[in-house]
Nanobody, 125 residues
Framework: QEHLVESGGGSVQAGGSLRLSCAAS????????MGWFRQAPGKEREAVVT???????NYADSVKGRFTISQDNAKNTVYLQMNSLKPEDTAMYYC???????????????????WGQGTQVTVSS
């Protein structure tokens, strides 16, 4: 069974940190690519960072130097460490997995076929 379960969201002040976790089933964890997307009210879902099975990560320009993706293969879990948070980082954060590549770019949500339920991140100024 394919599923993703996110946790770790919450409310912090600007400049603070949060760590999100995404626990995957074994089948889902073996995906071509996994990553994090976010969606703010009234905005489209956007890519934050993804990591391929080769360990190569792609970051959105807006989070480079502040966010870090990592994996724990023993736990089938992907993490998103978010530092120096800004109010504009406020959004629902979703974990996603790309089980079968369709050739779309890493930042295209349509490439990902398994999604978690989301976890809310709120950053106050």
């Amino acid at each position: 069974q394919e599923h993703l379960v996110e946790s770790g969201g919450g409310s912090v002040q600007a400049g603070g940190s949060l760590r999100l976790s995404c626990a995957a089933s074994a089948a889902t964890y073996s995906s071509v690519c996994m990553g994090w997307f976010r969606q703010a009210p009234g905005k489209e879902r956007e890519a934050v960072v993804t990591i391929g099975s080769d360990g190569i990560a792609n970051y959105a320009d807006s989070v480079k130097g502040r966010f870090t993706i990592s994996q724990d293969n023993a736990k089938n879990t992907v993490y998103l460490q978010m530092n120096s948070l800004k109010p504009e980082d406020t959004a629902m954060y979703y974990c996603a997995a790309d089980r079968v590549s369709t050739g779309r770019p890493w930042y295209d949500p349509r490439e990902y076929n398994t999604w978690g339920q989301g976890t809310q991140v709120t950053v106050s100024s």
